[in-house]
Structure formats: structure tokens, C-alpha cells
């Protein structure tokens, strides 16, 4: 049976946090081989990033991100770095490019969120299948060059966190490990609280559908949200918790905590160091917040 999230999660705040997470979300076409993924667009101090799983983004390959209401997408970065050990990798965007996602990046205040991976918890799931991604036109730009135009559609799914004692034993590439990876609930052939957000802005609307493939999912973002503190006037805030990199028909979805992203950047740009420490800080503070919550909630004290 699949795991089901918390009922104390509204349907509004499900709405408002999967549009939230859908924003920050960009399909990638890998203009080597066909593939598709998914990117996360991140702002750390003055630089822009797109989070993704590094099997998303091979080396010497050639990409283009698929931006919303235009045909122009993006096909240049100004570099590409990934984990020497760990599925997940970023892609830096040219000065000349940030302006063209807008106000869509995940700013460094929702990055980084840490949960108890011994319990179960609410969390989002944002991608793009490959299911979902239509060649629409073909357009010649030179004797040799052709512009395609992609229409992409956004998977997004409320589900929950396996707690560690359910994750898989067997059928993983490598063998997971606590503080690294986290396995999402995900039963396909079950109706799923599932939102298809198509533009920027868009409220997602909650039908019953059998899940897509996963195919072309990888690198989107699984998002953290919790319900709202009691008498409390909620804002939603989508947190950044970890980046989906595989899957398996047999009821999971796995990623890498965001950390492991963030080990990427520590490596590779010394100017954003202290970002990085204050993100982590931040962190761990927003979890001790959540547990005295908690705490309180349950009638106990600290």
C-alpha cells in the first residue's frame, strides 16, 4: 500500500507550494542524444546555477533549457561542474541569461532544508517526463543549424519521505547512506495527488492520474513543506530539500540531500564559501525550530 502524506497538509497550502516549487523548475533537452531532464534554478550570493543529477548533464555534451514563453532557449553556460562520486551536478549560467529566467531562482534562504530521516514527512516532487515533452516545430535558422521548439509539461506530486527503516534493501546502483540519500514514496500505478502546472503563475489543479514514466524527471527538485504552525498566518514557502536522480518501478523515487549539491559549489567556487556555511547554518536552526514545534504540539517541552 502507498504511503500516504499527512492530512494535516491542506489542499490550498498543496496548491500554493507545488506552484511555489513548479516556478524554479526548467526542462533540459541534451542536444547530443535526444535526452531530456530536469533543472532546479538556484541564486547563491552573485552567482546563478541550474541544480540537476549528473548523469542529466555528460561531459562534452550539448544542452539547451527550455524557458516559458519563448522559443529562444538557453544553450551556452559558462561551466559545468559535478560530484566526483555522487548523481547530482550544476550547470553555471552566463551574465547574459539570468535576466531571462526572471525572479524564478531559489534564493540561498530556501536551500538547504534538514529533516529527521528516521520518520516520514511531506514532500513534493517536480519534473519534467519525457512523456510530457512534445517537438512542436522544427525552424531552419541557417543551411545546417535548425530551431526546435519544445512544449514541456511539469510533473509535480505530493508524497512523503520513506523513513530509513523502509528504504530499499536491494535493486540500488550503490548502497544508500543516511545524511546522503533519501527515497520518496512513489507507487505508479496508484492515483496520486498529481498537478500539471504548465505556465509560471499557474495554480495547479489536484486530479487522480496514473503516474508517467520517470524518465526525464531526474535532476528536478524534491521540495520540503510542512504544515502550517497553529494560529499562525502560513506563507508558502517551498524549501529545497534534495535532487531526484533515480527511481524504480517498485514503489521509490531516490535523490541526494541538497547538501551534496552544495558540496558541488563549496568545491568549485571559493567565493561562495561563506554562503554555503550561513545556508547550512540556517539549516540546521529551521530544523531545531521544527522539532520544538513538534515538541509542543504534542504537549512536551524541550
Known amino acids: 500500500m502507498a504511503n500516504e502524506p499527512d492530512e494535516t497538509v491542506s489542499q490550498i497550502e498543496v496548491n500554493a507550494l507545488a506552484a511555489k516549487a513548479h516556478a524554479s523548475t526548467y526542462c533540459l533537452i541534451d542536444r547530443t542524444n535526444g535526452a531530456d531532464g530536469t533543472v532546479v534554478a538556484i541564486n547563491i550570493g552573485a552567482r546563478f546555477f541550474l541544480a540537476t543529477a549528473a548523469h542529466v548533464i555528460p561531459a562534452s555534451h550539448e544542452f539547451s533549457v527550455v524557458l516559458r514563453d519563448s522559443i529562444d532557449n538557453v544553450y551556452d553556460f559558462a561551466a559545468r561542474h559535478v560530484h ?5 551536478g550544476l550547470l553555471e549560467l552566463l551574465p547574459k541569461d539570468v535576466p531571462r529566467f526572471r525572479d524564478t531562482f531559489v534564493p540561498a534562504d530556501r536551500i538547504g532544508a534538514e529533516a529527521d530521516q528516521d520518520t516520514e514527512y511531506n514532500v513534493t516532487v517536480v519534473g519534467y517526463p519525457e512523456k510530457f515533452i512534445d517537438q512542436i516545430d522544427r525552424r531552419p535558422l ?12 511539469a ?45 509560471t503563475g499557474t495554480v495547479p489543479v489536484t486530479i ?25 498566518v502560513w506563507q508558502p ?6 535532487i531526484q536522480f533515480g527511481f524504480s518501478r517498485s514503489g521509490w523515487l ?15 567556487y571559493s567565493d561562495l564559501k561563506n ?28
Open 237 to 242: 514557502v517551498a524549501l529545497l530539500h534534495a
Open 84 to 88: 566526483p562520486t555522487l548523481d547530482v
Open 155 to 199: 510533473f509535480t506530486f505530493l508524497s512523503v519521505a520513506l523513513p530509513r527503516s523502509e528504504w530499499p534493501t536491494s535493486g540500488t546502483r550503490t548502497d544508500p547512506v543516511l545524511g546522503v540519500d533519501i527515497f520518496i514514496s512513489f507507487h505508479p500505478d496508484d492515483s496520486l495527488q498529481f498537478m500539471n502546472a504548465k505556465t
Open 275 to 302: 554562503e554555503i556555511q550561513k545556508i547550512r547554518q540556517r539549516s540546521v536552526s529551521e530544523k531545531a525550530t521544527q522539532q520544538e514545534r513538534g515538541n509542543e504540539a504534542d504537549g512536551l517541552r524541550p
Open 142 to 153: 541557417t543551411q545546417n543549424e535548425t530551431l526546435q521548439v519544445h512544449q514541456c509539461n
Open 208 to 232: 487522480g492520474s496514473p503516474a508517467p514514466h520517470p524518465s526525464g524527471i531526474s535532476g528536478g527538485g524534491i521540495w520540503l513543506f510542512r504544515p502550517s504552525a497553529p494560529n499562525a
Open 254 to 268: 531516490r535523490g541526494a540531500l541538497i547538501d551534496t549539491w552544495l558540496e558541488v559549489v563549496e568545491n568549485n
